[in-house]
């Protein structure tokens, strides 16, 4: 979150004015939409953008940004086929 405050500042080299912080994506990009503001959200958000806004969306560079996931489970945890299919749902977003 601190990196892309950084980032905003520095593309506009002025401070800046508002804050908002969201525990949701949904409403950061709502705060967006009914503002003249922008924000950075995941790849896999976009679809969650109103149509008629899609068009300002820009993607970042590639390798340009990383997130570790890790999936952490007791090791007595039975069922191992929801781990794999949260695994394979979870790379497959990931590889679009």
Same mark, same amino acid.
């Given at each position: 979150r601190?990196?892309? &405050?950084?980032?905003?500042?520095?593309?506009?080299?002025?401070?800046?004015? @508002? @804050?908002?912080?969201?525990?949701? $994506?949904?409403?950061?990009i #709502?705060?967006?939409?009914? +503002?003249?503001?922008?924000? $950075? $959200?995941?790849?896999?958000?976009? !679809?969650?953008?109103p149509?008629?806004?899609?068009?300002?969306? *820009?993607?970042?560079?590639?390798?340009a +940004?990383?997130? *570790? &996931?890790?999936?952490?489970?007791?090791?007595? @945890?039975? *069922?191992?086929?929801? $781990?794999?299919a949260?695994? !394979?749902? &979870?790379?497959?977003?990931?590889? #679009?």
């Amino acid at each position: 979150r601190d990196q892309i &405050i950084e980032l905003c500042q520095a593309r506009h080299h002025m401070p800046s004015h @508002y @804050y908002f912080e969201s525990g949701s $994506i949904d409403t950061l990009i #709502r705060i967006v939409d009914s +503002t003249s503001l922008m924000t $950075i $959200i995941p790849e896999m958000a976009v !679809e969650f953008v109103p149509a008629h806004h899609r068009s300002q969306v *820009k993607p970042l560079a590639k390798g340009a +940004t990383s997130r *570790k &996931i890790a999936i952490a489970v007791r090791r007595t @945890y039975v *069922k191992n086929s929801i $781990i794999n299919a949260l695994k !394979e749902v &979870i790379l497959d977003r990931v590889k #679009r």
